[in-house]
Nanobody, 121 residues
Framework: QVHVAQSGGGLVAAGGSLRLSCLVSGRAIISFGMSWFRRAPGKEREFVAAITWNAGVEYYADSVKGRFTISRDKAIDTVLLQMDSLKTEDTAVYYC??????????????WGQGTQVTVSS
């Protein structure tokens, strides 16, 4: 059984930074990759970033490119999202998901519980 524990998030002023963490435990094996999605108020869940587990190749949505950095620690089955230069439009519930590299959320087999990120003006 897969357990996905997210941490980080919170309230930050525009221009500030936050770091999200996602720990995968249980019997899950990450063989392909992990991704971050987010759901802003009144909007559908959207792709944010992804990273391949083997080579660490990164993919980003255009809206966060240059501001967010995804990384992974294979030794502890953890994926991170460093968020810099935050904007009010980044306000959303953020979810980590695996084990895939895709903008299509239906292909993911496990999800974190979500964590709130609120960016104030």
């Amino acid at each position: 059984q897969v357990h996905v524990a997210q941490s980080g998030g919170g309230l930050v002023a525009a221009g500030g930074s936050l770091r999200l963490s996602c720990l995968v435990s249980g019997r899950a094996i990450i063989s392909f990759g992990m991704s971050w999605f987010r759901r802003a108020p009144g909007k559908e869940r959207e792709f944010v970033a992804a990273i391949t587990w083997n080579a660490g190749v990164e993919y980003y949505a255009d809206s966060v490119k240059g501001r967010f950095t995804i990384s992974r620690d294979k030794a502890i089955d953890t994926v991170l999202l460093q968020m810099d230069s935050l904007k009010t439009e980044d306000t959303a519930v953020y979810y980590c998901a695996g084990d895939s590299i895709s903008t299509v959320e239906e292909v993911y087999t496990f999800w974190g519980q979500g964590t709130q990120v609120t960016v104030s003006s």
